[in-house]
């Protein structure tokens, strides 16, 4: 395949399929995991900055003289910059400071402008400064992927889709985890249209909320929420999946070791996930999961440590 822009690299992503060769995985039934990590900006987020920015174009919120800004926890910002590059588009992005230091020397990489927030106000600290900074900055555009229906329609219209072409609707049970939420409600209400008595289990790190506990500090980057996702409005969820820090490294790690998957520790919560679902379904059963980012950006955070 030959290409004139890295954006033209955007998806159709393989399939990893898991049988009990390698974990405990029951007879005849199967994990599969999108490897979305191997997207150009290294992540599944670059299919919603194809998505919001073309979006955006088609309904006149960007022009070719628009700044976008955006907090992000850093893949979302990374696959902004990189389809800005495109339209020659000035990008900002607010980061709060626990967050890797290779994903904000990506975007700063990309062209973009990274701006830190404090640790103690997570996320929604970044979105007030970005707010903030919206506001003060002529010929803005804040897509805002944690309010932005846009998000989960990313998904709906583009990952879904390949991934029922290739594995059909036979699938038991979707397991993935849960940021913004845009990946999960695009993928389960497409999945649940088509396969209705699909299981839809979330996963969250340790000190999330969605299982009911307090908002705390975690060391898996990309999933876990202060707050809950809009895109959850009449979204029937099967469960949630809490997984500890030293269990999400600990199958990141094997995942690299068993099978030369280097990605990042939100896959290795998502894998965690999808084989105690696995375990708990009968023999025969589908288990759909995704890994959202590669490896290489949590380096500094002792992910192989």
């Known amino acids: 395949m030959i290409i004139t822009t890295m954006q033209d690299a955007i998806g159709c992503t393989p399939v990893f399929k898991f049988t009990n060769k390698d974990y405990p995985i029951p ?21 919603l900055g194809q998505y919001l920015i073309e979006e955006g174009f088609k309904t006149g919120k960007i022009t070719s003289k628009t700044t976008i800004i955006e907090p992000t926890a850093g893949n979302t910002g990374i696959a902004l910059a990189l389809v800005a590059l495109k339209h020659h588009l000035k990008t900002i992005f607010v980061v709060p400071e626990k967050f890797s230091a290779e994903k904000q020397q990506i975007m700063r990489a990309l062209g973009a402008k990274v701006i830190n927030t404090p640790t103690s106000q997570g996320i929604s600290g970044a979105i007030k400064k970005s707010k903030e900074l919206a506001e003060s900055i002529p010929n803005s555009y804040l897509p805002l992927q944690f309010e932005n229906p846009d998000n989960p329609a990313a998904y709906y219209h583009t990952l879904a889709p390949e991934i029922v072409q290739e594995l059909g609707t036979n699938l038991t049970s979707f397991v993935a985890g849960i940021g913004s939420g845009g990946t999960f409600a695009g993928m389960a209400r497409y999945l649940k249209e088509r396969i209705p008595n699909i299981r839809l289990i979330g996963v969250e790190p340790e000190g999330s909320i969605l299982n009911g ?8 980057e990309g999933i876990g929420v202060e707050f809950i996702p809009p895109f959850f409005e009449n979204l029937d969820i099967d469960g949630f999946e809490t997984i500890s820090d030293e269990e999400g490294f600990s199958y990141t790690r094997k995942l690299a070791k068993k099978n030369g998957l280097l990605v990042g520790s939100s896959s290795g919560a998502a894998f965690a996930a999808a084989l105690k679902e696995a375990q708990r379904l009968p023999e025969g059963s589908q288990v759909l999961t995704i890994f959202p980012d590669v490896a290489d950006r949590y380096l500094s955070k002792g992910i192989y440590s």
């Not at 995991?33 to 670059?46: C, Q, R, T, W, Y």
């Not at 506990?213 to 898996?220: C, K, N, T, V």
């Open 27 to 47: 007879v005849n039934s199967a994990i599969y995991a999108k490897l979305e990590h191997l997207n150009p900006g290294g992540s599944i987020k670059d299919r």
């Open 213 to 220: 506990g307090e908002p705390g500090p975690h060391e898996i």
